[in-house]
């Protein structure tokens, strides 16, 4: 079975800095990768995907992430972080089924 | 449009009341699913619902009954709950890939369930 696990459990970093948050998973085949992004009491916003093809992704808001096969790795960056991406971020794995698996998270705390 | 609507947005309810919570979807995708939600942990898997057929059951207990009367309307009926039911529910839809899996999910901005 699938797995994700994020290492971090909270990370704190001052706005304009730069922003790495790590993400392994567990999968036998090819896996189809994501980062969701969470504010208190809100639903869960797609950042980016990963489905095959360029391992460095773009997705919304200044995030892009990198698909390593090797490290089983799909780790999200932003070079210059805003006090708004305080948040709960959330790497998914989506299997040949129809089920997403979650890391259990990282929260992301901004420094003004 | 990505939206996912989710109704209510907050609901509070006897352990004997019977209640509804509704999800509706205009993307065209044919895969919905409902999660449950604990603070400060991911998301959890209860239902998925493929072609307007359940198609996994988390072991989720009967008090919770799914139901999915068309493609963009999904449904979670809750009957004598327990406290340790409160929780933010989150609807999701996703496009079903012919190769299979599914392609990104997008969520609602979740009901707020206390059980009292």
């Known amino acids: 079975a699938q797995s994700v696990t994020q290492p971090d459990i909270h990370i704190t970093v001052s706005e304009g800095a730069s922003l790495e948050l790590r993400c392994n998973y567990s999968?036998?085949?090819?896996?189809?990768l994501f980062w969701y992004v969470q504010s208190p009491g809100q639903g869960l916003q797609l950042l980016l995907k990963?489905?095959?093809?360029?391992?460095l992704v773009q997705g919304i808001k200044g995030f892009e992430a990198e698909f390593k096969r090797s490290q089983s790795s799909f780790n999200l960056r932003k070079p210059s972080v805003h006090w708004s991406d305080a948040a709960e971020y959330f790497c998914?794995?989506?299997?040949?089924?129809?089920?997403?698996?979650f890391g259990p998270g990282t929260r992301l705390s901004v420094l003004p | 449009d990505t939206e996912v609507t989710q109704t209510p947005k907050h609901l509070v309810m006897g352990m004997t009341n019977k209640k509804s919570l509704k999800c509706e979807q205009h993307?065209?995708?044919?895969?919905m699913y409902w999660y449950k939600q604990k603070a400060k942990k991911p998301p959890e898997l209860m239902f998925v619902?493929?072609?307007?057929?359940?198609?996994i059951n988390e072991s989720v207990p009967s008090r919770f009954s799914p139901e999915c009367p068309n493609s963009s309307l999904l449904n979670l009926h809750l009957h004598a709950l327990q406290p340790e039911d409160s929780a933010l529910y989150l609807c999701?839809?996703?496009?079903?890939?012919?190769?299979?899996?599914?392609?990104?999910?997008?969520f609602g901005q979740g009901t707020r369930l206390t059980v009292v």
């Open positions: 990963y489905f095959s093809g360029d391992t």
């Open positions: 999968y036998g085949a090819t896996p189809y």
């Open positions: 619902y493929s072609y307007e057929k359940l198609s």
């Open positions: 999701a839809s996703s496009q079903v890939r012919l190769g299979g899996g599914n392609t990104e999910a997008f």
């Open positions: 993307m065209g995708h044919r895969a």
């Open positions: 998914a794995v989506g299997d040949d089924g129809q089920n997403f698996v």
